[in-house]
Each structure stands twice: as structure tokens, then as C-alpha cells.
């Protein structure tokens, strides 16, 4: 078997700018779970502070004489005092002129199903419809905001994120310290249940052969050595492996020199339980094994398994 394809070192270059993260979006879509979590980085969280106080906030939030100043993110929507869009949209872009700052705007979003269904779960009135339907309010954030996106540096749907993955996501993409490169997300995942709407590669294993049609694999899943191995006797399996360490290997130094933060590496198979799991293992070690900080999660191992689908 030849040996595997060497990766590069990670990018270790740093940006002495102070950090300042703008997150906004439709509302239930999780700002105050992104403050929350960026606050546990490290960065000054405020919430809901109107533009006209924006740069008050920068000068008293810049630390002592002499020291660096802490990162800032600052979360802001329609329901601030005085939201404007288009004025938050051009006084980030002046912002990002300023030589000493490090401006991302963060868009947050959902799909109306879910963002009605967090509604009434909460049983909060949504706050461009308070005495009206959710859908109503749902309808006309999105028509007055939902244009931002294309103005954000980021943008993240979480409809299918739990705290925790957004969590791991926005520690990839805003963490602090020195730069380890492009942090890495590999995940396994069902066609059946949809797309990872996070992904940014996504590579099909449906054509491997199939443990879900031996009874004693089936009940297994592809973290199994011995389903593992029954999936690495298909002819194609390590050629598509090479293949996939060929090419993702290059593309790793290009999005570090681009400054990508984060990147999530996607496999899918029927029921995501055997073959894109077994792949999803094997394609996170050789990536750490080169030095790259890499997370893995299995989406729909459990789901997979209680609907009894094909792995």
C-alpha cells in the first residue's frame, strides 16, 4: 500500500489587530449563544448597545494604558434602539479601514420552520410581531435584514447546529492565540436525513460495499474495528482514500494563506451509521497525525440506527 500524502505544516502567522466580532442575524437564530461563547474566549461581550454608542464602547472597553486592548464582539439586531441596517452595514465597512482593528461581521440565520418552532418552544413573542403570528415577524425580519448576508464575512445557518456544534464552530473561527492554521471538522453524516448545512466539502460513500446487509456487522457501526474492516476489502475503498488525501491535502496551505479559520470536511453514506463513519476516522487521524487540530462527530449515528437505515 503506498504511503499516505504528506500535508504541510500549518500557517503560523499572527494578526497583532485587536479582534472585534459584530454578530447579527434573524432573531432565535442563537446571537446570545454566540455572545455567550465568545465571551468564554475571552472577548468583551456586550449585547444591544446602539450605533450611536459604538465608539464610546470601543474607548472604554480598551484596556489599560500600555496593555493590549481585549478582543470585542458585539451583538446587535432589530431590536436594539435605533437598528439600521445599512447604517450597520456601511459603519463596519469604515471600520474595517482602521489599521488596528480586526473587523467580522457574523450573520446568523435559520430556517422559518425552525426559528417558529424555537418561538414556541420558548413562548416568546417574536419581536417584530409581538401581537401577531410568529410567521409574520419571522416573514418581515427576513425581508428587512436578510439581505446582510451578502455584507457579512461570515454567515452560519443554525437550523441543525446544537449549542455545542455551534460552539465547536465559533471556537474555530474566532478562538485566540496563535494561529494553528485552518482548524478542521470532519463529520459523518446520513443523505437521508439532509445535507450538513455547515459543510464545506462533502464526499459520497454510497458506492462501498455495505455492512448493513451482514447481521452480525449491522448492529455495529464504522468506529467498529470490525466493520472497518470489512468496508477497507472493498477494491475501491483505498484508492478513494488516496484520492481524498490527494486532494484535500493541497488545498489545506491555500485556505491557510487565506486566513479560513475553519473548514468542515463532510462524508456521507444511506444511513450514516457504517461506511461514512469508517472514513470520517481514517480521514481525521491522518490529518491529525500531520500536526492539524481536528474535531470529529458522527451526526447521525444514533438517528441512524433508531430508524434502521442503511449504513
Same mark, same amino acid.
Given at each position: 500500500m503506498? =504511503?499516505?500524502?504528506?500535508?504541510?505544516? *500549518?500557517?503560523t502567522?499572527?494578526?497583532?489587530?485587536?479582534?472585534?466580532? $459584530?454578530?447579527?442575524?434573524?432573531?432565535?437564530?442563537?446571537?446570545?449563544?454566540?455572545l455567550? $461563547?465568545?465571551?468564554?474566549l475571552?472577548?468583551?461581550?456586550?449585547?444591544?448597545v446602539?450605533?450611536?454608542?459604538?465608539?464610546?464602547?470601543?474607548?472604554?472597553t480598551?484596556?489599560? *494604558?500600555? %496593555?493590549?486592548? #481585549?478582543?470585542?464582539?458585539?451583538?446587535? =439586531?432589530?431590536?436594539t434602539?435605533?437598528?439600521n441596517?445599512?447604517?450597520?452595514?456601511?459603519?463596519?465597512?469604515?471600520?474595517?479601514?482602521? #489599521?488596528?482593528?480586526?473587523?467580522r461581521?457574523?450573520?446568523?440565520?435559520?430556517?422559518?420552520?425552525t426559528?417558529?418552532?424555537?418561538?414556541t %418552544?420558548?413562548?416568546?413573542p417574536?419581536?417584530?410581531?409581538p =401581537?401577531?403570528?410568529?410567521?409574520?415577524?419571522?416573514?418581515? %425580519?427576513?425581508? &428587512?435584514?436578510?439581505?446582510?448576508?451578502?455584507a457579512?464575512?461570515?454567515?452560519?445557518?443554525t437550523?441543525?447546529? !446544537?449549542?455545542?456544534?455551534?460552539k &465547536?464552530?465559533?471556537?474555530?473561527?474566532?478562538g485566540?492565540?496563535? !494561529?494553528i492554521?485552518?482548524?478542521i471538522? $470532519?463529520m459523518? /453524516?446520513? /443523505?437521508?436525513r439532509g445535507? #450538513?448545512r455547515?459543510?464545506?466539502l $462533502?464526499?459520497?460513500?454510497r458506492?462501498?460495499?455495505? *455492512?448493513h446487509?451482514?447481521?452480525? @456487522?449491522? #448492529?455495529?457501526?464504522?468506529?467498529?474495528? !470490525?466493520?472497518?474492516?470489512?468496508?477497507?476489502?472493498?477494491p475501491?475503498y483505498?484508492?478513494f482514500?488516496?484520492?481524498?488525501?490527494?486532494?484535500i491535502?493541497? @488545498?489545506?496551505?491555500? /485556505?491557510?494563506?487565506?486566513?479560513? !479559520?475553519?473548514?468542515?470536511?463532510?462524508?456521507?453514506c444511506?444511513?450514516g451509521?457504517?461506511?461514512?463513519?469508517?472514513?470520517?476516522?481514517?480521514?481525521?487521524d491522518?490529518?491529525?497525525?500531520?500536526g492539524?487540530?481536528?474535531?470529529l462527530?458522527?451526526?447521525?449515528?444514533?438517528?441512524?440506527?433508531?430508524?434502521?437505515?442503511?449504513?
Open positions: 503506498p =504511503d499516505s500524502p504528506a500535508l504541510p505544516d *500549518p500557517a502567522t499572527q494578526d497583532h489587530r485587536r479582534p472585534f466580532v $459584530v454578530v447579527t442575524g434573524l432573531s432565535g437564530a442563537g446571537r446570545g449563544t454566540a455567550n $461563547v465568545l465571551d468564554d475571552g472577548y468583551v461581550a456586550v449585547d444591544n446602539p450605533l450611536v454608542l459604538l465608539n464610546d464602547l470601543m474607548r472604554s480598551g484596556g489599560a *494604558p500600555g %496593555e493590549a486592548a #481585549p478582543p470585542l464582539a458585539l451583538g446587535i =439586531d432589530t431590536r434602539f435605533g437598528f441596517a445599512r447604517a450597520l452595514v456601511d459603519q463596519i465597512a469604515e471600520l474595517r479601514e482602521h #489599521p488596528g482593528l480586526a473587523v461581521l457574523l450573520f446568523l440565520e435559520a430556517d422559518t420552520e426559528l417558529q418552532r424555537r418561538y %418552544e420558548s413562548r416568546r417574536h419581536p417584530m410581531a =401581537d401577531r403570528p410568529v410567521i409574520d415577524g419571522i416573514t418581515e %425580519e427576513r425581508r &428587512q435584514i436578510g439581505w446582510m448576508r451578502d457579512a464575512d461570515l454567515t452560519i445557518d437550523s441543525s447546529l !446544537s449549542p455545542h456544534r455551534l &465547536q464552530m465559533l471556537s474555530g473561527y474566532f485566540r492565540g496563535r !494561529s492554521g485552518t482548524r471538522s $470532519v459523518s /453524516f446520513s /443523505f437521508r445535507l #450538513p455547515e459543510a464545506d $462533502v464526499f459520497d460513500a458506492f462501498l460495499k455495505n *455492512p446487509y451482514d447481521p452480525v @456487522l449491522k #448492529p455495529l457501526t464504522g468506529c467498529d474495528p !470490525s466493520v472497518a474492516a470489512f468496508i477497507a476489502t472493498d475501491d483505498r484508492p482514500v488516496e484520492n481524498l488525501q490527494s486532494l491535502g493541497p @488545498l489545506l496551505p491555500r /485556505f491557510d494563506a487565506e486566513g479560513k !479559520s475553519y473548514l468542515t470536511i463532510a462524508i456521507g444511506t444511513g451509521r457504517h461506511r461514512s463513519v469508517a472514513l470520517a476516522e481514517e480521514l481525521a491522518w490529518l491529525r497525525s500531520a492539524r487540530s481536528v474535531t462527530s458522527h451526526r447521525d449515528v444514533g438517528a441512524a440506527g433508531e430508524a434502521g437505515g442503511a449504513g
